[in-house]
């Protein structure tokens, strides 16, 4: 991936353009799809900063409709949190706004607009943001991001429309045709057999949940979307739905001359996710012939992380249904209501909260709260474990998800919504007013 350049001398300062403009991108050899893109490139840029450190974007918007920037998991203030409308206005075509906020927190995080969010999301606008912490311990010199994504076009590389299947596609979640990693399909990593490697994966796919399996080798997650996590945790499957992040440490074996594959196994995420689909092959592992590395070090990353206190948390109730279709179409909808018809929740500032979730319809929904991470809390009060921060999480069909979140110094009307797009543009949004604010005017 690209990785911009750095216009400010200061070393705590990452001060870069990005301009969200249309381009010939290339996925596959001769293969181009007409993008909407930043800076020409899917994925956009991956900005890359230390903790702590003073990130200065200077977007301009060369597409023909309005668009923001929003960054998806950083504890930035309300101005910076790039919802028209709620915490800034729309930037119109040729226009620019500059995002200037610190980024608190180590992880992997990344970029969108929220204009039209399955539209833009789904022709190319993304992109990841790497927070690193060099005094992380981790310990994996070979480290690699690697951005989950997928994009519909035609034998022309015109992009597919944005309402194809009408209804239906809202509701089911419309997935590109052509599965990316890095912007391309199946691009090819390089590896030394047995050494370890450290991926930083995140999925900015407007809906594909990306189900991973390596030929059945593990994965050993040490972190998520807000950094590192309490203890490593090892796995052969890794499900990484829409928004979502993980900080894994693989060590792949194999010979060379026989590449292992990694591919996007079927999940069942309702009706048609699993029917007459076929696995994907997201990359591939090409093994040099260096002598495989016998020895490695079980992989001890921990991270001490305080047990949140859920007595005293206020609880908060949500529902997410999908009522039968009427007129025609369809809408998912929050304790009753859909986006356009809903009030906002409302918490004090420094309040901790314990969000009910009860998803209540046939899809799942990757719930998603902008700028304030979470932890997740099981059905007898007690918080899940390994400890981890997360700012987006997926809510299966017909189940509840607890999450305990405390609000910081922040105020502002803070969204939340499901990360599937066409979810998110069918009805499923909400916001929370946080301190003393006046509410938006949405509804
Ligand atoms: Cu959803």
């Not at 023909?64 to 790039?82: A, C, S």
């Not at 007595?311 to 304790?335: C, D, W, Y």
Request: glycine share 10%; proline share 7%.
């Amino acid at each position: 991936m690209v990785e911009p350049a750095d216009l400010n001398p200061d070393p705590r300062v990452v001060e870069i353009n990005l301009a969200a403009q249309l381009a010939d991108v290339e996925i596959a050899p001769g293969k181009r799809v007409h993008a909407w893109t930043y800076n020409g490139s899917i994925p956009g840029p991956l900005i890359k900063t230390r903790v702590g450190d003073r990130l200065i974007v200077h977007f301009t918007n060369e597409l023909k409709e309005p668009t923001t920037v929003h960054w998806h998991g950083v504890r930035v203030p309300i101005e910076m949190d790039g919802v028209p409308g709620i915490s800034q206005p729309e930037v119109n075509q040729g226009e620019s706004f500059t995002y200037d906020f610190v980024v608190r927190d180590a992880g992997l995080y990344w970029y969108h607009p929220h204009v039209r969010s399955a539209a833009q999301v789904g022709f190319g606008l993304s992109g990841a943001l790497l927070v690193e912490d060099p005094d992380d311990g981790v310990g994996v010199a070979d480290q690699v991001t690697i951005v989950l994504n997928d994009i519909g076009f035609d034998a022309r590389g015109n992009l597919e429309s944005a309402d194809s299947g009408g209804s239906a596609g809202m509701v089911f979640g419309r997935e590109g045709t052509y599965v990316l990693a890095n912007g391309r399909t199946r691009p090819v990593l390089g590896a030394r057999s047995g050494a370890p490697q450290r991926w930083r994966i995140v999925n900015t796919a407007k809906s594909r949940f990306f189900y991973l399996d390596l030929e059945g080798q593990s994965f050993t997650v040490i972190g998520s979307d807000g950094g590192l996590q309490e203890h490593p945790v090892t796995t052969d499957i890794l499900l990484v739905t829409p928004g979502e992040r993980f900080d894994v440490i693989v060590t792949p074996k194999g010979k060379a001359g026989a590449p292992l594959v990694l591919r996007a196994m079927l999940y069942n995420r309702g009706y048609g996710s699993v029917e007459y689909r076929s696995v994907e092959e997201v990359l591939s592992i090409a093994f040099t012939d260096q002598a495989p590395v016998t020895a490695t070090a079980p992989v001890a990353v921990r991270r001490a992380l305080a047990a949140p206190q859920v007595e005293g948390a206020t609880p908060v109730n949500i529902e997410l249904t999908l009522p039968p279709m009427q007129n025609g179409k369809s809408e998912f909808r929050v304790n009753g209501v859909p986006f356009w018809k809903a009030k906002p929740y409302i918490a004090k500032l420094g309040e901790t909260q314990l969000w009910i979730v009860k998803n209540s319809s046939d899809w799942d929904h990757p719930f998603h709260l902008h700028g304030f991470f979470f932890q997740m809390i099981d059905e007898k009060g007690q918080p899940l474990r390994p400890l981890a921060w997360k700012d987006t999480v997926n809510i299966p069909m017909k189940t509840t998800a607890r999450l305990l979140v405390s609000f910081d110094e922040r105020p502002g009307e803070w969204m939340f919504h499901c990360h599937i797009l066409d979810h998110a543009d069918g009805g499923l949004m909400g916001t929370v007013l946080v301190g003393p604010v006046q509410p938006s005017t949405h509804v």
